[in-house]
């Protein structure tokens, strides 16, 4: 096994084009930060963009920046800070989950797809990726979309480069709209409430006019008493005052909230989007289900397993960590997110269980002959990150 | 004397069409198929109407399963489909073809289901996109992309084109507003994509088939995001004296850090026009207008657009004229969104949609105006400035060839300029045959070639919409699957 660096894309397809002609398997990475995501996998070689770094558009006023996919998350959030804008989707950082080393990429960013708090109101990494360019399976250099906000032009290959995890194409170069950085932020807290009732608050403040950008339930467990239930504002300071008011009064039904500064709230939601707050040597869990049938959900998986968890978006998304000898966990998961019409990522978990037990949700048989033929369109011969994602793709 | 092409049809269809119909009536009651030459006229062009052509049949289904009835039936006979939804397409994306039966989803017009905690609403994909608000306005909601054909347009077509709209600056465009759908293949699979959930497991489809133009397969039913409107709404016009002002100012907004829900642009044309149409109260002493619109509680509103005014008047603006009434607010939008059609009864028109960079939105401006004096021709300006989507409507007489052919010329030229630019051939309204054979301008052989791999993993055999999107030569990569035809052969 050889390990590659490009420095370009040119050489980059130059190697790729190798492989297809030998047929040699690639692991394509970034700087590793979450190598652990995804089904084990063995390749003859592995391809790291870390060499293929910098930012090369920024344009303030149009809210857009392109970035070569090695680039690290950090710089780009600087740069972009610096004239008071951001990546809406609140990039996740994976280096405590998985006890890694390094800067994360904004190509590993786009490949696992995972996004933050407060993609329960601006949406995720996908809803704001608008342009990608890729080596496909063959060394071929692809481009699509751009860096309009707007574009209809063609068959958009940006959104499904987005949480491949690296089985369709190695991403060379990655274009995305941002937000203004919203002057300041607070968050509203009540103590005390059941997960039903905690979640029923949460969605009852998305259906206000108030535009909550994060809200969260933590229930009282090993690490933590009582629960915590923590609704977001951001938006400039006179705004954040009104509307934090609005809320409480909407929602006084479930008791009295105080209310976080913005410092104590960017801390805290800081550690909600990167999953600090559950043990790190357990197997950890992303669920996503409909926020109402999210507290139902977490009774089923209770009623077999001792669990720690804490619920985002809403409710709609669970972090859900358990022992990772519970070989059973992944049968109780998997039925109670089915019965909730939702999914489950088996997010972190010792090689042995990953290579046993699906790592992503399991698809239908039509849905999987399909991703074969689509993996099969961009990645003839297989080459990329094979087996990452559902054995055989 | 028209420009676009169609492919010839396929004379082994034309000679097999009574068997097809019988084949089509035994698979749906006489209501859901039509036949007749009169009433399928009603379906042989969309609004991109000096194109059109009679289709072999259309078929109404009423069910996921008749859909899928239907393309397994096609595809066991080698029949190509276009799909439609309300047949508003401005890009010629639900014209038909002589050899090619239309699949509407008009019949398939319920709201399944409406769940406000969870911020979701079920539809089948014939609900118009307005319906869908007018449903949930009463307790505070809407469905955000709002194109300007909202009253009649389909949620289908909508997922077919990934519109957009005018509020889109902040809400997104129709693949952000979407949790799930239900997909039927070319050969009658169905498969549901994503669901209630926030986002869908396995690879990201919905992301590939919305905007797919109804090449990859026909969405019958689709979970919809319902946002909470704001607690108000309020419309503004800045006019300027220079387009480039006006242009500058929205620059300068977006890098103040404000995103207003919605900023709309207009010429002096396009004012004359809509003013005389909508009596909204515009302007008419300016040669640019900025339709400004922020959202949120009285102070809030009031603040923003104190901040926006500066802004404003550092960029020399004219003339600011707030809405006092929500009668006003709404007189201010109907005229932005009747735009085209109070454009329809001054001139023929066709309407462009190529999106540039913001920074790019004055020098795209002049250039048009050049390139439309050298084919003496008129064009009106109208377009959403916050995402630098352009949408000049170049007027002409469709009476005389001569004329459409120089519109259409002309037309191609803008949207060369648009790509060249930085930006793209559309933004909104899809490629359809419109564009179809300007995408080299945009795209490499390579770009073009990887996309209809993609497109052949739904559609080996190129039967669904096959004339869109694509230029006709060069349709399928040399790998890509054998098509039926010479399979058959061989």
Same mark, same amino acid.
């Given at each position: 096994?050889?390990?590659?660096?490009?420095?370009?894309?040119?050489?980059?397809?130059?190697?790729?084009?190798?492989?297809?002609?030998?047929?040699?398997?690639?692991?394509?990475?970034?700087?590793?930060?979450?190598?652990?995501?995804?089904?084990?996998?063995?390749?003859?070689?592995?391809?790291?963009?870390?060499?293929?770094?910098?930012?090369?558009?920024?344009?303030?006023?149009?809210?857009?920046?392109?970035?070569?996919?090695?680039?690290?998350?950090?710089?780009?959030?600087?740069?972009?800070?610096?004239?008071?804008?951001?990546?809406?989707?609140?990039?996740?950082?994976?280096?405590?989950?998985?006890?890694?080393?390094?800067?994360?990429?904004?190509?590993?960013?786009?490949?696992?797809?995972?996004?933050?708090?407060?993609?329960?109101?601006?949406?995720?990494?996908?809803?704001?990726?608008?342009?990608?360019?890729?080596?496909?399976?063959?060394?071929?250099?692809?481009?699509?979309?751009?860096?309009?906000?707007?574009?209809?032009?063609?068959?958009?290959?940006?959104?499904?480069?987005?949480?491949?995890?690296?089985?369709?194409?190695?991403?060379?170069?990655?274009?995305?709209?941002?937000?203004?950085?919203?002057?300041?932020?607070?968050?509203?807290?009540?103590?005390?409430?059941?997960?039903? =009732?905690?979640?029923?608050?949460?969605?009852?403040?998305?259906?206000?006019?108030?535009?909550?950008?994060?809200?969260?339930?933590?229930?009282?467990?090993?690490? =933590?008493?009582?629960?915590?239930?923590?609704?977001?504002?951001?938006?400039?300071?006179?705004?954040?005052?009104?509307?934090?008011?609005?809320?409480?009064?909407?929602?006084?039904?479930?008791?009295?909230?105080?209310?976080?500064?913005?410092?104590?709230?960017?801390?805290?939601?800081?550690?909600?989007?990167?999953?600090?707050?559950?043990?790190?040597?357990?197997?950890?869990?992303?669920?996503?289900?409909?926020?109402?049938?999210?507290?139902?959900?977490?009774?089923?998986?209770?009623?077999?397993?001792?669990?720690?968890?804490?619920?985002?978006?809403?409710?709609?998304?669970?972090?859900?960590?358990?022992?990772?000898?519970?070989?059973?966990?992944?049968?109780?998961? =998997?039925?109670?997110?089915?019965?909730?019409?939702?999914?489950?990522?088996?997010?972190?978990?010792?090689?042995?269980?990953?290579?046993?037990?699906?790592?992503?949700?399991?698809?239908?048989?039509?849905?999987?002959?399909?991703?074969?033929?689509?993996?099969?369109?961009?990645?003839?011969?297989?080459?990329?990150?094979?087996?990452?994602?559902?054995?055989?793709? | 004397?028209?420009?676009?092409?169609?492919?010839?049809?396929?004379?082994?269809?034309?000679?097999?069409?009574?068997?097809?119909?019988?084949?089509?009536?035994?698979?749906?009651?006489?209501?859901?198929?039509?036949?007749?030459?009169?009433?399928?006229?009603?379906?042989?062009?969309?609004?991109?109407?000096?194109?059109?052509?009679?289709?072999?049949?259309?078929?109404?289904?009423?069910?996921?399963?008749?859909?899928?009835?239907?393309?397994?039936?096609?595809?066991?006979?080698?029949?190509?489909?276009?799909?439609?939804?309300?047949?508003?397409?401005?890009?010629?994306?639900?014209?038909?073809?002589?050899?090619?039966?239309?699949?509407?989803?008009?019949?398939?017009?319920?709201i399944?289901?409406i769940?406000?905690?969870?911020?979701?609403a079920?539809v089948?994909?014939?609900v118009t996109n307005l319906s869908i608000t007018d449903h949930v306005m009463?307790?505070?909601f809407f469905y955000?992309p709002?194109?300007?054909?909202q009253?009649?347009?389909?949620i289908?077509?909508?997922?077919?084109?990934?519109?957009?709209?005018?509020?889109?600056?902040?809400?997104?465009?129709?693949?952000?507003?979407?949790?799930?759908?239900?997909?039927?293949?070319?050969?009658?699979?169905?498969?549901?994509?994503?669901?209630?959930?926030?986002?869908?497991?396995?690879?990201?489809?919905?992301?590939?088939?919305?905007?797919?133009?109804?090449?990859?397969?026909?969405?019958?039913?689709a979970?919809v995001?319902l946002? =909470?409107?704001?607690?108000?709404?309020?419309?503004?016009?800045?006019?300027?004296?220079?387009?480039?002002?006006?242009?500058?100012?929205?620059?300068?907004?977006?890098?103040?850090?404000?995103?207003?829900?919605?900023?709309?642009?207009?010429?002096?044309?396009?004012?004359?026009?809509?003013?005389?149409?909508?009596?909204?109260?515009?302007?008419?002493?300016?040669?640019?207008?900025?339709?400004?619109?922020?959202?949120?509680?009285?102070?809030?509103?009031?603040?923003?657009?104190?901040?926006?005014?500066?802004?404003?008047?550092?960029?020399?603006?004219?003339?600011?004229?707030?809405?006092?009434?929500?009668?006003?607010?709404?007189?201010?939008?109907?005229?932005?969104?009747?735009?085209?059609?109070?454009?329809?009864?001054?001139?023929?028109?066709?309407?462009?949609?190529?999106?540039?960079?913001?920074?790019?939105?004055?020098?795209?401006?002049?250039?048009?105006?050049?390139?439309?004096?050298?084919?003496?021709?008129?064009?009106?300006?109208?377009?959403?400035?916050?995402?630098? #989507?352009?949408?000049?409507?170049?007027?002409?007489?469709? #009476?005389?060839?001569?004329?459409?052919?120089?519109?259409?010329?002309?037309?191609?030229?803008?949207?060369?300029?648009?790509?060249?630019?930085?930006?793209?051939?559309?933004?909104?309204?899809?490629?359809?045959?419109?564009?179809?054979?300007?995408?080299?301008?945009?795209?490499?052989?390579?770009?073009?070639?990887?996309?209809?791999?993609?497109?052949?993993?739904?559609?080996?055999?190129?039967?669904?919409?096959?004339?869109?999107?694509?230029?006709?030569?060069?349709?399928?990569?040399?790998?890509?699957?054998?098509?039926?035809?010479?399979?058959?052969?061989?």
């Open positions: 096994m050889s390990a590659f660096l490009p420095k370009d894309e040119a050489e980059a397809s130059d190697y790729v084009k190798s492989c297809y002609a030998s047929g040699q398997s690639l692991t394509l990475m970034g700087n590793g930060t979450r190598q652990h995501l995804g089904r084990p996998i063995v390749t003859a070689h592995t391809l790291t963009t870390s060499a293929m770094s910098g930012i090369t558009l920024y344009e303030p006023s149009e809210l857009v920046i392109r970035a070569k996919a090695g680039t690290p998350v950090s710089e780009i959030e600087k740069v972009i800070a610096a004239k008071g804008q951001m990546l809406p989707f609140e990039a996740m950082d994976l280096r405590h989950v998985y006890g890694t080393q390094g800067e994360p990429t904004v190509g590993g960013l786009t490949a696992t797809g995972l996004s933050g708090p407060r993609r329960i109101q601006q949406g995720g990494v996908r809803d704001h990726l608008i342009g990608v360019s890729f080596i496909n399976g063959r060394g071929e250099l692809i481009k699509s979309g751009g860096r309009v906000m707007k574009n209809v032009t063609g068959l958009d290959l940006v959104k499904i480069s987005c949480g491949a995890h690296g089985t369709l194409g190695l991403l060379a170069e990655l274009t995305f709209k941002l937000r203004p950085k919203p002057e300041t932020e607070a968050t509203l807290l009540i103590n005390g409430l059941s997960d039903a =009732r905690g979640i029923e608050a949460l969605c009852l403040a998305m259906g206000t006019p108030y535009e909550v950008s994060a809200s969260a339930h933590l229930p009282s467990g090993s690490t =933590r008493d009582p629960a915590q239930t923590l609704i977001r504002i951001e938006n400039f300071a006179s705004s954040v005052t009104y509307r934090v008011e609005q809320l409480a009064h909407a929602l006084k039904a479930f008791g009295v909230w105080e209310i976080l500064n913005a410092q104590d709230s960017a801390q805290l939601w800081h550690k909600i989007a990167n999953v600090t707050l559950l043990p790190s040597s357990s197997a950890l869990w992303r669920l996503s289900v409909p926020p109402t049938k999210a507290a139902a959900c977490v009774a089923q998986i209770k009623a077999h397993m001792s669990i720690d968890y804490h619920y985002d978006w809403s409710g709609g998304l669970i972090w859900v960590s358990c022992a990772t000898d519970n070989a059973a966990a992944s049968m109780h998961i =998997r039925a109670a997110v089915t019965a909730a019409q939702g999914h489950a990522i088996l997010i972190r978990a010792p090689d042995q269980l990953r290579a046993t037990h699906p790592v992503f949700e399991p698809q239908s048989e039509a849905m999987m002959k399909l991703n074969a033929s689509i993996k099969a369109s961009l990645d003839p011969k297989g080459l990329f990150n094979p087996g990452r994602m559902y054995a055989g793709l | 004397m028209t420009q676009i092409a169609f492919p010839t049809p396929d004379p082994d269809i034309l000679a097999r069409r009574d068997d097809i119909i019988s084949g089509l009536a035994a698979l749906l009651p006489p209501e859901c198929l039509i036949t007749s030459e009169d009433e399928r006229r009603a379906y042989e062009t969309d609004a991109l109407t000096s194109y059109r052509r009679l289709p072999l049949a259309v078929v109404l289904p009423r069910s996921t399963q008749e859909v899928s009835a239907v393309l397994c039936y096609c595809h066991s006979q080698g029949v190509k489909v276009v799909p439609r939804g309300a047949g508003t397409s401005l890009a010629g994306g639900a014209i038909p073809q002589e050899d090619a039966i239309v699949i509407g989803v008009s019949k398939m017009n319920r399944l289901e769940d406000y905690a969870n911020r979701m079920r089948e994909s014939g009463p307790e505070g955000a709002d194109p300007s054909s009253l009649a347009c389909t289908a077509g909508n997922i077919g084109m990934n519109s957009g709209g005018a509020h889109c600056l902040k809400y997104g465009v129709t693949v952000n507003n979407i949790l799930g759908a239900t997909l039927v293949l070319m050969d009658g699979t169905i498969l549901q994509i994503g669901g209630p959930a926030l986002d869908a497991s396995g690879l990201d489809l919905l992301g590939l088939i919305i905007g797919s133009e109804g090449q990859l397969g026909i969405v019958t039913e979970c995001r946002l =909470r409107a704001a607690e108000g709404a309020r419309p503004v016009l800045f006019g300027f004296d220079s387009s480039e002002d006006a242009g500058a100012c929205v620059a300068a907004i977006i890098a103040a850090g404000i995103v207003p829900v919605a900023m709309e642009f207009m010429d002096r044309p396009a004012i004359e026009i809509c003013e005389a149409f909508a009596h909204a109260g515009y302007p008419l002493d300016v040669e640019a207008m900025l339709i400004i619109e922020v959202e949120g509680a009285q102070e809030e509103m009031a603040m923003q657009l104190e901040r926006i005014i500066t802004i404003a008047k550092a960029h020399h603006v004219k003339v600011v004229k707030e809405s006092s009434s929500a009668m006003e607010a709404a007189l201010i939008w109907k005229g932005r969104k009747s735009a085209f059609g109070a454009t329809g009864r001054v001139a023929d028109y066709i309407c462009m949609d190529g999106t540039v960079p913001t920074s790019q939105l004055v020098h795209v401006l002049a250039r048009t105006a050049e390139i439309i004096d050298t084919y003496g021709l008129k064009v009106a300006n109208v377009f959403h400035a916050g995402d630098g #989507n352009m949408h000049p409507l170049i007027m002409y007489n469709a #009476n005389d060839p001569a004329s459409q052919a120089l519109a259409e010329a002309a037309g191609n030229d803008i949207l060369r300029l648009c790509v060249d630019a930085g930006g793209c051939l559309t933004g909104e309204h899809g490629v359809g045959i419109e564009k179809r054979d300007l995408m080299r301008h945009q795209f490499s052989k390579a770009d073009l070639d990887q996309q209809m791999r993609v497109r052949a993993a739904f559609d080996p055999e190129w039967l669904l919409n096959p004339a869109k999107v694509f230029p006709l030569d060069e349709r399928v990569p040399v790998d890509a699957p054998v098509p039926r035809k010479e399979r058959a052969a061989a």
